[in-house]
Nanobody
Framework: QGQLVESGGGSAQPGGSLILSCTAS?????????MAWFRQAPGKEVEVVTT???????SYEGSVKGRFTISRDKAKNTLYLQMNSLKVEDTGTYYC????????????????WGQGTRVIVSS
């Protein structure tokens, strides 16, 4: 219960797209868990990128609104992050995370974390 494994990171040019996936063990994504994507840019703190509650309602950090889309497939027990119009400042390590019930932007509130997947946006 609660193991999260990310995949899909890699390199892209500015303006390009990537999709990240996060597969959960057990039934984390099927239950009342908020799921989130966090990222850590080089030399910076971990910050929330987007969250999605168990009803599928998303919330986005300002710099990714209109460019990133979070979604969850309960049948596949998988969380996704579609990243379009990528910018150099999107570079970093992306983590999926889960917490019970209400979503939060506080990384300390999340109980389960993946190992991270690296995204590099460069021309």
């Amino acid at each position: 219960q609660g193991q999260l494994v990310e995949s899909g990171g890699g390199s892209a040019q500015p303006g390009g797209s990537l999709i990240l996936s996060c597969t959960a063990s057990g039934d984390t994504l099927r239950r009342n868990y908020c799921m989130a994507w966090f990222r850590q840019a080089p030399g910076k703190e971990v910050e929330v990128v987007t969250t999605i509650d168990s009803d599928g309602f998303p919330s986005y950090e300002g710099s990714v609104k209109g460019r990133f889309t979070i979604s969850r497939d309960k049948a596949k027990n998988t969380l996704y992050l579609q990243m379009n119009s990528l910018k150099v400042e999107d570079t970093g390590t992306y983590y999926c995370a889960a917490k019970w019930a209400i979503c939060s932007s506080d990384r300390g509130a999340y109980e389960y974390w993946g190992q991270g997947t690296r995204v590099i946006v460069s021309s």
